[in-house]
């Protein structure tokens, strides 16, 4: 079974700094799509970035992008510039690509705070 | 377009009751998943429906269940309620189930269930 694993519980950054994210998976497909999802306290989960894992370049999406090391099973998120906005939880999530299965499979999640 | 909406947000049940919650996909999208999150088990995928069927179920018991209606709306059930059901339930719909890049998840607000 496939298992996402985010190490840091939580995390802090300065406002206008840069903080990174870590999460690693555990799979034996090559066929498969990772994702970064927010979860502010509204508790809307928002889909910040995602990357499929047959593409070598690391996704980008304005402040936010990825470092995705296939081979290392990693793939973490980078945040530049915070902004207070930016405080929620952040998952990490794994869907196969070659199940053909929607579910996603999450890591337990990392807390972000950001000090003004 | 409206977003995934979810009825009702917030619910009180005692225990052995049963509960049934409903989940709106975004118009045009076929596929609704549920998830249960929660403080010790993290987020977990419940089931998955397309076109009125059930595709893929998580390790739950069989007092949850679901279905799916025609217009692609969807309900969860749980029976026989359990203190340990308390979370917050999430259901995402998506444009269809399968391998395809475009079957981003786009989550509701959530049921925050409590179970006295």
């Known amino acids: 079974a496939q298992t996402v694993t985010q190490s840091q519980p939580e995390m802090s950054v300065q406002e206008a700094e840069t903080v990174t994210l870590s999460c690693t998976y555990d799979t034996s497909e090559s066929d498969y799509y990772l994702f970064w999802y927010k979860q502010p306290p509204s508790r809307q989960m928002i889909l910040v970035i995602r990357q499929e894992a047959y593409k070598q370049q690391n996704a980008t999406e304005n402040r936010f992008s990825v470092n995705f090391q296939k081979a290392a099973k990693s793939f973490s998120l980078k945040i530049s510039d915070s902004q207070l906005g930016d405080a929620a939880m952040y998952f990490c999530a794994y869907r196969s690509g070659t199940t053909g299965a929607n579910n996603l499979f999450f890591g337990t999640g990392t807390r972000l705070t950001v000090i003004p | 377009k409206a977003g995934v909406t979810q009825t009702p947000r917030y619910l009180i049940k005692t225990r052995g009751q049963q509960v049934t919650l409903s989940c709106s996909p975004i118009s045009g999208h076929r596929s609704v998943s549920w998830y249960q999150q929660t403080p010790g088990q993290g987020l977990q995928f419940l089931f998955e429906?397309?076109?009125?069927?059930?595709?893929n179920k998580g390790n739950f018991p069989g007092r949850f269940s679901g279905r799916q209606f025609s217009n692609s709306r969807s309900e969860m059930n749980v029976s026989t309620l359990e203190l340990g059901d308390s979370a917050l339930y999430l259901c995402?719909?998506?444009?269809?189930?399968?391998?395809?890049?475009?079957?981003?998840?786009?989550f509701g607000p959530g049921t925050r269930l409590t179970v006295l």
């Open positions: 429906y397309f076109s009125e069927t059930q595709r």
């Open positions: 995402a719909s998506s444009l269809a189930p399968g391998p395809g890049a475009l079957n981003e998840q786009f």
